[in-house]
């Protein structure tokens, strides 16, 4: 599939459509509401675009290269405990990356972090465009934990833990906790968050006096890691699987942008 011509300007909601981003009456929509900027300036209805003009929404700059989106490759890595989220490391740790496969073009991008003593579904892809796409808060997308929390959890503490509590000025929730069983004062639960703050889980059971002995990511959006998939093994998402995943970020999106 061919570039735009540099000369040629199209309906800024046309490119986003083709681009994958969404239809063009979404499109539209977010336009309006305010959601997409060129070149650095709030983008109005009917506004063309050239290639070389730089879209953004939500922030996050759109990759208008789309021969290279449609070759676009994702993994789901089972990260064991023990590997950290970098492609280097000064200590000569292992790295994520390590067990990853070779690619032809570009580079594996990881979708967010998982600390060194958390385990479970890590995603890569080589597409920056659906990399941004999923770790940006207007997405909205669900990521579910097991824990193993050691301390006395009685169901005051699990109130707070949904209604929501101050960290660092921010206000922090699972936006559900579940019981799952356990010996004595280490318990499992099952929690959903549905934004990547740094160690937010841990931090969250740490503020009700808990302390998360073992964390495992078992879900990222509507991505679950396979109960077969041993740690640093990874699986290859098909053609058919990645167009469902992008079409999740795009309902999500919608969803949270219309109030949904």
């Not at 940006?136 to 579910?144: Q, V």
């Not at 073992?214 to 041993?230: K, M």
């Not at 990645?242 to 999106?253: F, Q």
Request: hydrophobic letters at 40%; glycine letters at 12%.
């Amino acid at each position: 599939m061919k570039r735009f011509d540099v000369g040629v300007s199209e309906k800024l909601q046309k490119v986003m459509a083709s681009l994958g981003l969404a239809s063009r009456r979404q499109s539209e929509r977010w336009i309006l509401a305010g959601r997409v900027y060129v070149n650095g300036e709030r983008a109005t209805l009917g506004a063309r675009v050239k290639e070389q003009d730089e879209i953004a929404v939500d922030g996050v700059l759109l990759e208008r290269h789309r021969k290279e989106r449609h070759q676009a490759q994702v993994l789901i890595y089972h990260k064991p405990v023990g590997e950290i989220t970098t492609r280097s490391d000064p200590q000569g740790r292992r790295t994520v990356f390590t067990s990853l496969p070779a690619v032809s073009q570009g580079r594996w991008i990881a979708v967010g972090r998982l600390d060194i003593a958390t385990s479970g579904l890590l995603l890569f892809t080589t597409d920056g465009l659906l990399a941004n796409q999923l770790m940006h808060p207007s997405a909205g997308l669900e990521r579910e934990y097991r824990c193993r929390v050691a301390g006395h959890i009685d169901g005051s503490a699990l109130k707070c833990l949904t209604d929501g509590i101050d960290i660092d000025g921010l206000s922090c929730r699972f936006i559900t906790v579940v019981r799952e069983g356990g010996r004595g004062l280490n318990r499992w639960f099952r929690v959903i968050v549905n934004e990547g703050r740094n160690r937010e889980v841990r931090r969250l059971w740490e503020a009700v006096g808990g302390q998360v002995s073992r964390l495992i990511r078992v879900r990222y959006g509507a991505l679950v890691l396979p109960d077969d998939l041993e740690p640093g093994r990874y699986l290859k998402l098909a053609e058919g699987e990645i167009r469902k995943l992008r079409e999740s970020v795009v309902k999500n999106r919608s969803a949270i942008g219309s109030g949904g």
